[in-house]
């Protein structure tokens, strides 16, 4: 039985998290695809997973607009996944209705806590980076396990039950709230310094809405932002910043203690 996980991820957080599930899953050869490289053809996989962090207390509108575009299919069996640093909000639910609305059929669904990556909820709490905690990984390779005996069932040809993915109903009226302008206004406008800036380009390539391009030293849109700091944390250099973020919580890619953890051995 071969698997497909389509997977979106800023920091690597989540696509850590999928090399788990593509390690560890048992009676499934899983294949990986990031979003940012459009839709893989499916014919050949027998389920598909679907994999993103939360984002605005739903999903990021990157993944909205990705799904949106999605080749209609029938009946293919789907799970969700999502990773979340303060809270999942109704992320796997969005991500849940996005993917029936084309077709799949929804078996199984997990998040998973791990360290926050955005600085306004870093300084508003703290990072929670001790997470994931032991348990939580325990209770995700629970998940894989039960990923193992839904791809062990389609194999023999047995029914596997579709579930409802649901949220508690607060989230609707504050993912409603959240918007593109807000979350820009959250940041604020981004700057370069320019004695730090190498002009590596990591910026215009993170950006997944184009919101930044490289001339001299690269210039931001702010009208196509989405405050979703994947310029800033991705800088090695520490040279995009804000008025209110300047070299604070930068995240550039998953914790070595939170590797440690998701990494397969």
């Not at 084309?102 to 078996?107: A, L, P, S, Y």
């Not at 703290?126 to 194999?155: C, M, R, W, Y």
């Not at 504050?174 to 700057?191: A, E, F, P, Y």
Request: charge should be positive.
């Amino acid at each position: 039985m071969k698997g497909a996980i389509i997977y979106f991820s800023n920091t690597g957080n989540t696509k850590l998290a999928c090399e788990r599930i593509k390690g560890k899953i048992r009676n499934a050869e899983i294949d990986l695809f990031n979003m940012r490289d459009g839709y893989p053809e499916l014919s050949d996989y027998g389920f598909v997973g679907f994999a993103t962090y939360a984002s605005e207390f739903k999903v990021a509108r990157f993944v909205a607009d990705y799904m949106d575009g999605f080749p209609e299919v029938h009946g293919k069996p789907a799970f969700i996944f999502t990773t979340y640093g303060r809270d999942n909000g109704s992320s796997g639910m969005v991500l849940a209705r996005l993917a029936k609305r084309k077709g799949f059929r929804i078996v199984a669904e997990h998040a998973l806590n791990t360290p926050e990556n955005y600085p306004p909820v870093i300084r508003m709490e703290h990072g929670h980076v001790e997470n994931p905690t032991d348990a939580q990984v325990a209770a995700f390779d629970a998940f894989i396990d039960e990923l193992s005996g839904i791809s062990s069932k389609l194999s023999n040809g047995e029914e596997v039950s579709e579930i409802k993915v649901t949220s508690r109903l607060r989230y609707a009226f504050i993912r409603i709230l959240t918007s593109r302008w807000l979350m820009q206004k959250l940041m604020g406008n981004k700057n370069v310094d320019t004695d730090l800036c190498v002009k590596c380009g990591k910026c215009v390539r993170a950006c997944p809405y184009g919101a930044v391009s490289m001339k001299e030293y690269p210039e931001f849109v702010e009208a196509k932002c989405h405050g979703c700091f994947a310029c800033y944390n991705n800088c090695p250099r520490k040279a995009i910043f804000t008025k209110k973020y300047n070299k604070f919580a930068n995240y550039p890619g998953p914790l070595p203690a939170v590797v440690e953890k998701l990494t397969v051995h």
